[in-house]
């Protein structure tokens, strides 16, 4: 049985692992493209179609995003015990696999768009989620969402992935691993902002000081903000675009840029925030829109968090698997939206690999067996509530 998932949690078969995720990765799913993201959430639920003991929730997309799965088990009226959490969506545009990225394996590596971040990690959740339902091991409800827009920021499912932990005992985030498959309990915050300088128009040579030019504006707004990194401290703030001017003899009136904003702690957050609405130009002539926030809270290793990666290190433990984890990491997740709201949370419970984001994405498929058990071992032992 090679295309659905009842008994796949149980492969060893890595030859059947990989034809599965080959095709997976086949159906280019980026974040932009709805209509690829649906076809690459047909396939997941085509995965679950022989597991009655897992319920499949459609939600239809919205705001030109792709639907929203929710895949359900083990009993269902109580707390959730556990709340995995994926996506389906890509960085990579339709092409990359016939183009760039070709789905190949090269031993125990296989190409393709995606694969490493994060359709393995998916494939290794629902694998473990199938077969902890089919043996009838879940103590409490699961539920795994499959996202069709982290990598964009998740505008359309933050709200349900909160509302759903806010009612879990813990999140399992199946990102990619780290290097020797160690996990993430910390992640920064992240801001993006988006500044609109509108200056005066003016000839530039017969009427230049009539003019004040927004390019200008712009670049001593550029300064001012990006002095606000501290490295030591964990913040960064990177201006990534600039657009601006008409032609070359008019003094710009227009000149927009976007900042990318990285923080370590809510403390940060709050000063970069206050820093970015109140930026200002110089020229009092000139005047700045400034649009944006943080779409991601920072992620930091509470209490919590280290308490479910204790527990999580213990059942590796068990099972002969080795589970260091990795200090506060720059890119964010869902994991974000969970650790924020005390939820514990253990992120970085995907496959080993590497290339997120580059023509050189793989995921290393020895690490996929483990992955599998370790999973179904944290479905089958939640968190234990605190006494």
Not at 4 to 21: C, N, T
Request: charged share 20%; hydrophobic share 40%.
């Amino acid at each position: 049985m090679v295309n659905g998932l009842r008994h796949q949690g149980d492969l060893v078969d890595l030859s059947a692992i990989a034809d599965v995720l080959s095709r997976w990765a086949a159906c280019e799913s980026p974040s932009s493209d709805a209509q690829a993201v649906n076809r690459m959430m047909d396939l997941a639920v085509a995965a679950m179609s022989d597991v009655g003991e897992i319920s499949v929730d459609r939600i239809p997309g919205r705001d030109g995003i792709g639907d929203v799965v929710l895949l359900r088990a083990g009993p269902q009226h109580q707390r959730i015990g556990s709340l995995l959490i994926g996506h389906l969506d890509t960085v990579h545009p339709i092409g990359t696999a016939a183009g760039p990225l070709p789905i190949r394996r090269d031993e125990d590596r296989l190409y393709g768009p995606g694969l490493y971040d994060m359709k393995g990690g998916v494939f290794c959740a629902m694998a473990a989620l199938a077969r902890a339902a089919c043996d009838g091991t879940l103590t409490k409800p699961t539920v795994m969402l499959l996202s069709p827009d982290e990598e964009i920021g998740s505008p359309t499912t933050r709200a349900l992935i909160e509302q759903l932990a806010m009612n879990a005992d813990q999140a399992l985030v199946v990102e990619p691993a780290r290097s020797d498959g160690a996990v993430v309990t910390a992640r920064k915050g992240v801001a993006w902002y988006q500044f609109d300088v509108q200056g005066v128009p003016s000839h530039a040579g017969t009427h230049y000081a009539d003019g004040r030019s927004a390019i200008r504006g712009a670049c001593e707004l550029i300064l001012e903000i990006e002095g606000k990194t501290d490295e030591p401290g964990g913040t960064t703030v990177s201006v990534g675009k600039i657009i601006g001017g008409t032609a070359r003899n008019v003094v710009p009136s227009q000149c927009k840029f976007t900042a990318d904003v990285r923080v370590t702690n809510v403390a940060s957050a709050r000063i970069i925030e206050d820093a970015m609405q109140s930026a200002r130009p110089r020229d009092e002539r000139l005047r700045v829109t400034v649009t944006g926030g943080f779409n991601r809270p920072p992620y930091e290793k509470t209490v919590a968090n280290a308490r479910l990666l204790a527990h999580a290190q213990s059942v590796a433990g068990s099972l002969g698997i080795s589970l260091p984890d990795v200090p506060m990491v720059g890119g964010g997740s869902d994991g974000n939206f969970t650790s924020a709201l005390g939820v514990a949370t253990l992120d970085g419970l995907g496959v080993e690999g590497g290339g997120a984001h580059t023509f050189d994405e793989h995921c290393l498929l020895s690490s996929i067996p483990s992955r599998i058990g370790l999973l179904t071992e944290l479905l089958r032992t939640p968190l234990p509530t605190e006494v």
